[in-house]
């Protein structure tokens, strides 16, 4: 279906009004009149987009600022920004191959972030044997910090199994965890700390939660400023300067957002009961259904859900997000209708 405006709480289908629950605007920065005016004062003071690169000799003070408080509310040594989610991982991905290292990703690991000569981590179910041997190498592993399918953050006990012979660089991507998992913009980067890693690599689209049309890289200093002379990041324009301005001056707005959400939540899945068809958490935004024939089911009691074949996944992904800007009336009508699907 093809709308004519941003999809919010609703959206308008061929002249009809309908509950919208898909996307990805977790916290509802988009549509939200005070992140946009912060933003709107952000293009004022720094011009609609700046075409030149980070490296030249006339710098903006706003990259820094903005970097510098991600770097602390993420708990990472360093930061960049750059211009996409998706550039952030070829970035980081490129850089690393310059190295003769193996790469190793979990399963359904985000296409941003899975080198070409990527091998899966695990093989029939047990972790790749190559792993477990005494072969003194560099390693790769990229893993999403939370998969989608699933509502919970990634696991990581396979870090115990790893031989100690290999120099692991874990590298995460955090798009849709950024923001609405952990405190406030804590993520998941932080929580994770293990003997057998040399280096844990963040990257992230901040156009989900965040609303920013942009991307992040986290990890130490060393990593970042190598980063810096990739020709992919000295060539490439970066981030908008005022959404980085409307980040900065918005932090009450975001807590007040991801309060919102919580609550949402709370009373969502309040005494919510549905069958194993069914994946949920009541700290998550978004419920899953392996049952295809859930999205005519909704769209016929007003309800448009997020469906669609996604590249790494064998059949169509079906997800209901639960945002921020959700009203108790919405979230009651989808909780009645999952009830009455549900049968």
Request: charged share 20%.
């Amino acid at each position: 279906m093809v709308i004519d405006g941003f999809p919010d709480r609703e959206i308008i289908v061929n002249g009809q009004p309908f509950l919208y629950f898909g996307g990805t605007s977790y916290l509802g920065l988009s549509t939200n009149e005070a992140f946009q005016n912060n933003l709107i004062s952000g293009i004022k003071k720094w011009g609609t987009s700046y075409g030149s690169s980070r490296n030249a000799n006339v710098k903006l003070s706003v990259y820094e600022k903005a970097e510098h408080l991600f770097s602390e509310v993420i708990g990472a040594e360093a930061v960049v920004t750059c211009s996409s989610g998706a550039l952030a991982g070829k970035l980081v991905v490129e850089h690393l191959s310059k190295h003769e290292i193996t790469f190793y990703h979990y399963p359904k690991t985000h296409p941003a972030i899975l080198h070409k000569s990527s091998v899966p981590l695990f093989v029939n179910g047990k972790l790749h044997p190559n792993l477990l041997n005494n072969t003194n190498e560099a390693v790769v592993i990229t893993v999403d910090a939370l998969l989608g399918l699933e509502v919970e953050p990634t696991a990581f006990h396979f870090l115990n199994e790893i031989s100690s012979q290999k120099k692991v660089t874990l590298v995460l991507d955090e798009s849709h965890s950024l923001g609405i998992v952990g405190e406030h913009l804590k993520g998941v980067f932080s929580t994770i700390s293990h003997e057998k890693l040399f280096r844990k690599i963040m990257v992230s689209s901040l156009g989900k939660a965040l609303g920013i049309s942009g991307g992040i890289i986290a990890a130490d200093t060393g990593f970042i400023e190598a980063l810096k002379q990739e020709p992919d990041f000295v060539s490439s324009s970066s981030i908008n300067p005022a959404y980085l301005d409307a980040f900065l001056v918005s932090q009450d707005i975001i807590k007040a957002q991801r309060k919102k959400l919580q609550n949402n939540l709370d009373f969502l899945f309040e005494g919510l009961i549905l069958n194993s068809d069914f994946k949920f958490h009541k700290e998550y935004p978004v419920i899953y259904c392996e049952d295809e024939r859930l999205c005519d089911f909704l769209y016929e009691q007003g309800i448009v859900m997020t469906h669609f074949k996604y590249p790494t996944y064998k059949t169509a992904m079906s997800r209901i997000v639960i945002t921020a800007n959700h009203t108790q009336n919405d979230l009651l009508k989808l909780k009645q209708s999952l009830i009455a699907f549900n049968g």
